[in-house]
């Protein structure tokens, strides 16, 4: 685990984050999220979403959306090869042998952090839906879906939206999962449940971005918890 401090204050904390993460953006997120997303009231951390781990046949979707390039770090900036939800992505993968999705906006986002974050802003205010680069995947197999993504402007990235409204979830098992700067799950919980009707969203999994390479004992933990895996 990492051994950078963790006691900023709150105070702290939100300047940092109205000054590193953009303020525009944090503003725009906290302000309300008036959406006209879904507004199907799908329980949050309803027990049931543990489904059997027992279940040989249980099969785990995991679809990520991960952006590499300029990106946050402690406070400044640093230049990602690969991004952090898409680390996490293949650590997860490599413990309970899920299937594996990539997300890939048909416009790609910039390299740039500040260029992103605008075009962020500007998606989240207008509600939009980016379109997704490749098709969604047949989802007939799998009884839970892991949903991962970093925190944008304290949500989920609109292009998880797209994503979620393009399949049907019913009777699914859903868990966020999220790399962050502060921000934790954000709002994932709530996203989902608007726009995955009918889904149970189960116990979520947020993991910071600078530290996702020392986080394999909280992904165990977490996979343990929520009965992904069982050993
Ligand atoms: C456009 C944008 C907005 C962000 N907003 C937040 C935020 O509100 N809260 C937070 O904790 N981190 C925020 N971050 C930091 C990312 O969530 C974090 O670096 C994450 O690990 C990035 O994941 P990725 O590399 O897989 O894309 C933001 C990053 C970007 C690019």
Redesign the pocket.
């Given at each position: 685990m990492s051994t950078r401090p963790r006691t900023l204050s709150r105070r702290l904390v939100l300047r940092t984050?109205a000054t590193s993460?953009?303020a525009a953006?944090?503003t725009a997120?906290t302000s309300g999220c008036s959406t006209t997303d879904r507004t199907d009231p799908t329980p949050i951390h309803d027990p049931t979403s543990r489904l059997s781990s027992q279940d040989a046949d249980r099969k785990v979707l995991l679809a990520y959306?991960?952006?590499?390039g300029e990106?946050?770090y402690y406070g400044g900036r640093t230049d990602?090869a690969v991004?952090?939800?898409?680390v996490?992505a293949g650590m997860i993968s490599a413990l309970i042998g899920c299937d594996l999705h990539r997300i890939d906006a048909a416009d790609p986002y910039p390299a740039d952090?500040m260029a992103?974050?605008a075009?962020?802003v500007r998606e989240q205010n207008a509600n939009a839906r980016p379109a997704l680069a490749h098709p969604v995947p047949t989802i007939d197999q799998y009884d839970t879906v892991l949903l991962a993504?970093?925190?944008?402007?304290?949500r989920a990235?609109r292009i998880m939206t797209t994503f979620t409204e393009s399949l049907d979830l019913t009777g699914r098992a859903i868990h966020p999962v999220?790399?962050?700067?502060?921000?934790?799950l954000?709002t994932t919980e709530r996203d989902y449940a608007r726009s995955c009707p009918g889904a149970v969203i189960g116990e979520g999994l947020a993991v910071?971005?600078?530290e996702?390479r020392q986080a394999g004992p909280d992904i165990e933990s977490w996979l343990r918890r929520t009965g992904l895996i069982h050993t």
């Amino acid at each position: 685990m990492s051994t950078r401090p963790r006691t900023l204050s709150r105070r702290l904390v939100l300047r940092t984050a109205a000054t590193s993460l953009g303020a525009a953006a944090l503003t725009a997120a906290t302000s309300g999220c008036s959406t006209t997303d879904r507004t199907d009231p799908t329980p949050i951390h309803d027990p049931t979403s543990r489904l059997s781990s027992q279940d040989a046949d249980r099969k785990v979707l995991l679809a990520y959306f991960s952006r590499a390039g300029e990106n946050y770090y402690y406070g400044g900036r640093t230049d990602l090869a690969v991004g952090n939800t898409q680390v996490l992505a293949g650590m997860i993968s490599a413990l309970i042998g899920c299937d594996l999705h990539r997300i890939d906006a048909a416009d790609p986002y910039p390299a740039d952090y500040m260029a992103t974050v605008a075009r962020n802003v500007r998606e989240q205010n207008a509600n939009a839906r980016p379109a997704l680069a490749h098709p969604v995947p047949t989802i007939d197999q799998y009884d839970t879906v892991l949903l991962a993504s970093g925190i944008w402007n304290v949500r989920a990235p609109r292009i998880m939206t797209t994503f979620t409204e393009s399949l049907d979830l019913t009777g699914r098992a859903i868990h966020p999962v999220t790399t962050h700067a502060m921000s934790g799950l954000g709002t994932t919980e709530r996203d989902y449940a608007r726009s995955c009707p009918g889904a149970v969203i189960g116990e979520g999994l947020a993991v910071r971005g600078e530290e996702v390479r020392q986080a394999g004992p909280d992904i165990e933990s977490w996979l343990r918890r929520t009965g992904l895996i069982h050993t």
